[in-house]
């Protein structure tokens, strides 16, 4: 089977939604749209883009597109961008949340979600359950009532639920950074609260084998496929870490948990290798076009033990991608960025997937690496997933 017809519930030409603030997501992520669907149609995809009517209730607009769904081989989701600029808000909420309400029932499997509230595999910690069910280890979690109930291990990572690109993440090393970060008192009479159950997840953190911290990004698409994968390094050395301090006087509109004046400092390390972090890529199955792999990159992968000069992604680790993304697939995933983690034993882990991830993998196995427009990496990212789609195998 290739892909032949691909419906689209918003406008992916509107870019306002995120120009003006209102999208967590990164604006290279989002242009990617306005170039993806196009590319589709030009590879010769039949491309709808649905019309949306201002007032117009949930359920005629059910009985409207559940036939073009029907019809469709893939469809392409998110509520907050369903109608935007059409209607009045409060209305552009509940349309959209019943057409997301009839894809969720009746088309799932053959949908993508992006940023959905409504689907569960958003939160990091069902769809670490899900990778689980698919045979992937996953690093020991808890909520943060259960973490505070256990013996506290350490070191753990503290990260949000459901934000991607790395921000939000704190590396607990020491018992009174815990004993700060969740004490209540200090966050008395300012806008910030303790991690929270539902908010946040612990997970326990996994030793790398290099100096530089590290983690595998790979992009598959849900009928398995893998269409790049590199590996990412943090731009920082375990050997040289040293704890964040931001100098004071402090208030809270300040880095609460780095300056040294404020009562939640932490003292903490920067331990993340995510590109929007400052990290780099390495990349994985190189061809002419990939970016050059250098002497600190050949020393990180020697550590990995992959081969310094022409890196494959280990069949292991491959295999358990691809079974991970069938799994999602099953709950609105066509496309994603897997996060994994190898530890000194060589052992690998899940540790998320991102819906919605960045194009700048294949700037690195296809443009040298080299290009920093963001628009230029949107478009050549949207080039190389469409490529992948057509050959749609679902």
Known sequence: ????????????????????????????????????????????????????????????????FGPVFEAADLIFHESRRVAYGVGAKEWRGEYAKGIEELIQRDFLKKSHLIGSNGNPIAYK?????????????????WNPSEYLASDRPLPV???PVSMNGGSQIFF??????????????????NAFFPPTD???????????????????????LGDGRIIGA?????????????????????????????NVKSPLYLGRFDIVSNVAQGGFQIPMNPNRESALILGTDQRILTAHNLDQYHPQLPDALAAQATNVAKAFRQHGVVYGGQDWM????????????????????????????QETDAEFIAQNGAKHLARGLVEWSG
Do not use: C
């Open 342 to 369: 190898q530890d000194k034993q060589g052992n690998f882990y899940f540790i998320e997937i991102n819906e919605y991830p960045g194009m700048a993998i294949f700037n690195t196995l296809y443009s040298g690496g």
């Open 198 to 220: 539902g908010f946040n997840i612990i997970q326990k953190f996994v030793e790398t084998p290099s100096d530089h911290f590290t983690h595998y990004r790979i992009f598959t």
């Open 157 to 159: 990572v503290i990260k």
């Open 230 to 258: 590199v590996l990412h390094a943090s731009s920082n050395k375990k050997s040289g870490l040293k704890r964040l301090a931001e100098p004071g006087p402090f208030d809270w509109g300040s880095h609460i948990y780095d």
């Open 125 to 141: 910690h069902n769809g670490s359950k899900l990778a689980s069910d698919a045979g992937a280890l996953i690093p020991a979690q």
């Open 172 to 189: 607990l090393d020491r018992a009174e950074q815990v004993a700060t970060i969740f004490d209540d008192e200090k966050y008395k009479n």
């Open 1 to 64: 089977m290739t892909l032949k017809k691909v419906v689209v519930t918003f406008d992916p030409g509107n870019t306002d939604i995120f120009r003006q603030g209102f999208m967590r997501y990164n604006e290279e992520t989002y242009v990617k749209d306005t170039y993806l669907f196009p590319e589709l149609k030009r590879l010769g995809v039949d491309v709808t883009i649905l019309e949306h009517e201002a007032g117009e209730s949930s359920s005629d607009a059910a009985q409207r």
